[in-house]
């Protein structure tokens, strides 16, 4: 979601066009293996750490984003402020829509804050980081690109410099580009991240760009005459004599996301080399080699992009480096997302429906709740859907940038069910919604957050988790799911303020250490169990009456048994045909010991135990 005022869910079409292509063979995988080891963690970085207030953004630097009207006031947004309370340089501008303002405001999150908390990444358990769109934009999210080949020069150390530096080159011309400070420390980013073991993935935004870019610019200025003419689909040019104005295509018809031209063969020429160069640039910076470079992509809107292109793109991308891993956003039920995931295009997808059919067994209300044994069918179906080895490198996320946080969808359970992905959306997001509770999550509820969790990171596929869900961050969805992250060493004002401006009972925004020490010791017996990224998957019960449901993780004889009870009771559960004493339960430190060839386990309510048998 680009913008709070444009439903991204309603926009989500299937789009996905049936390719003739032959297909990579099914039976060999296609996939990175380190993408199997992988716990993403999700980063906003706008809103995750601002480690160098000198490069603040100043009031010039966001023009070109929405909303296009000049503010009167405006100021570096106080990090550790209410949510929802107007701040004096917002009540200045007196303007009553809510949404203005929230698009208007930037925190001074930044590049060298992610690099101060990589200790705190790898000391939590995660080995890979997802990028948001860091290159150069007026925006908040920078998904209205101002170019693919510059970071943002307000996440680096010299905001000036790197404009004036930057305006010396020809961007048709990639052997002119230069080498921003931005730009040098998204490579020391990239370095001291591969030095804890860490890989690195961009967010590749290639369906449009913004218009604040060189390109956009350029045509709007020179109108037919610009080189940049064919990269874009203009419907008019200004002509007094024909009485004609500028305009052009937006991405579903957003003026400020104006769209790259495809013909039969996906984006056309022009715009398709510059993305080509861009893509060498930030995987072989300087021609250094790889291990320079990041480790893939996240793709948006993918689905919006003729698959010839990400054909051609992906060739590219492995020609550069053959373990590179691509990832596509495509909102869809799996039959619309298959053919993006084929061996030719791309590895993996955010996977939202392993997020849905969580919501539908875990989180929903009983009314709209499925059993254990429906949950163990759609489970199979999505495992099966796919060629060999995508099941384990597709990202299991619950929540992102685009969809209201774990514990606000908790709270919220019931408003609708999450796979009704357009009706949701607008559902989740509290300004569109009076009866959307925006108050922090109960001990309860955060059971249930913990209970979400354990399937993540014991199930197959790569677990992704988004900043601050781990600390108990709460939030609807764009833009509350994008609060600036909370940290010990900032001090938080309680939140006390509603959408509408009226006041509730003040929540205190602070680090939830139990559920931060949860994901970790999760993540942790994920890392310590090869059987829990590379193993085999096997159904041992689904009793829909007891609302159990066990399972087996299985790799080179190493097994693990998880047994989740998503009842509100105790549950006791027998294993038949399983043997061995002193078998220990990695999540909660108890042992249990096989008697005559089974094993019964006594699960807590909403909980669950990870057995290792072997």
């Known amino acids: ?150 970071v943002d020069p307000n996440f680096g150390p010299d905001p000036v410099g790197d404009r004036a530096l930057m305006a010396t080159e020809n961007p048709l011309k990639p052997a002119t580009w230069v080498w921003t400070k931005a730009d040098l420390l998204t490579l020391k980013l990239i370095k001291e991240a591969h030095n804890r073991g860490i890989r690195v993935i961009f967010d590749g935004v290639f369906n449009h760009l913004g218009a604040n870019s060189f390109a956009f610019r350029d045509l709007k200025k020179n109108q037919q005459h610009s080189p940049y003419r064919d990269w874009f689909t203009v419907k008019s040019y200004d002509d007094s004599v024909k009485g004609t104005k500028f305009d052009y295509e937006g991405w579903f018809g957003v003026k400020s996301l104006p769209e790259l031209r495809e013909d039969a063969n996906g984006i056309v020429d022009g715009p398709k080399q510059y993305i080509f160069a861009a893509t060498q640039r930030w995987m072989n910076p300087k021609g250094m080699g790889t291990k320079y470079g990041i480790d893939g992509w996240r793709l948006d809107v993918a689905y919006c992009i003729g698959h010839p292109f990400w054909k051609q793109w992906r060739k590219h991308v492995r020609s550069i480096n053959p373990q590179a891993y691509m990832t596509a956003e ?112 109960n001990a309860e509820e955060l059971q249930l957050q913990k209970l979400v969790a354990i399937m993540q990171m014991t199930y197959v596929g790569a677990p992704m988790v988004y900043y601050g869900d781990e600390v108990g ?98 549950q006791v559960v027998t294993l038949a045909g399983v043997t061995g004493q002193s078998m220990s339960d990695l999540l909660n430190g108890k042992t249990y010991s096989a008697v005559k060839g089974n094993l019964t386990l006594t699960v807590s309510p909403k909980w669950a135990d990870i057995v290792r048998v072997r």
């Open 1 to 150: 979601m680009k913008r709070i005022t444009l439903p991204c869910a309603l926009l989500l079409v299937a789009l996905a066009q049936q390719s003739v292509a032959k297909r990579p063979s099914q039976t060999v995988e296609f996939v990175p293996q380190w993408a199997k080891s992988a716990v993403w963690y999700q980063i906003f970085p706008e809103r995750f750490r601002n480690g160098d207030p000198t490069n603040d953004p100043t009031v010039n630097d966001i023009k070109g984003a929405d909303p296009a009207d000049p503010p009167k006031q405006w100021q570096v947004h106080p990090w550790g402020s209410d949510w929802y309370e107007r701040q004096p340089y917002e009540k200045a501008n007196g303007e009553p829509e809510l949404w203005k303002h929230m698009l208007r405001r930037r925190y001074g999150g930044d590049l060298q804050g992610v690099i101060e908390k990589l200790d705190y990444i790898k000391g939590m358990g995660f080995n890979a980081i997802y990028l948001n769109p860091i290159f150069d934009s007026p925006s908040a999210h920078k998904y209205d690109g101002a170019s693919y080949h510059h």
């Open 330 to 441: 495509i909102v869809e039920a799996p039959e619309k997302v298959k053919p993006y995931l084929l061996g030719d295009e791309f590895d993996a997808e955010m996977n939202y429906n392993f997020a849905f059919t969580c919501a539908e067994f875990f989180i929903n209300p009983d009314s709209m709740r499925i059993s254990a044994s429906k949950f163990d069918r759609k489970l199979r179906d999505l495992r099966e859907y796919y060629p060999q080895g995508v099941a384990y490198v597709v990202q299991n996320l619950f929540g992102s940038h685009d969809a209201n946080r774990i514990g606000s969808h908790i709270v919220n359970r019931g408003i609708c069910n999450y796979r009704n992905w357009g009706t949701y959306f607008g559902k989740s997001q509290a300004a569109n919604n009076p009866k959307y509770s925006v108050r922090k999550p």
């Open 473 to 570: 961050m709460w939030g609807g969805n764009d833009p509350d799911c994008r609060k600036p992250m909370v940290w010990d060493d900032i001090t938080y004002a309680d939140e006390v303020y509603n959408v509408d401006g009226s006041k509730r009972t003040p929540d205190r925004v602070e680090v939830n250490r139990e559920l931060q020490a949860h994901y970790k010791k999760l993540i942790g017996i994920r890392n310590a169990n090869p059987a829990l990224q590379l193993g085999t998957f096997k159904t041992l019960i689904a009793d829909d009456a007891k609302d159990v449901y066990v399972f087996e993780r299985e790799y080179k004889g190493r097994k693990l048994i998880v047994a989740l009870n998503n009842s509100v009771k105790e």
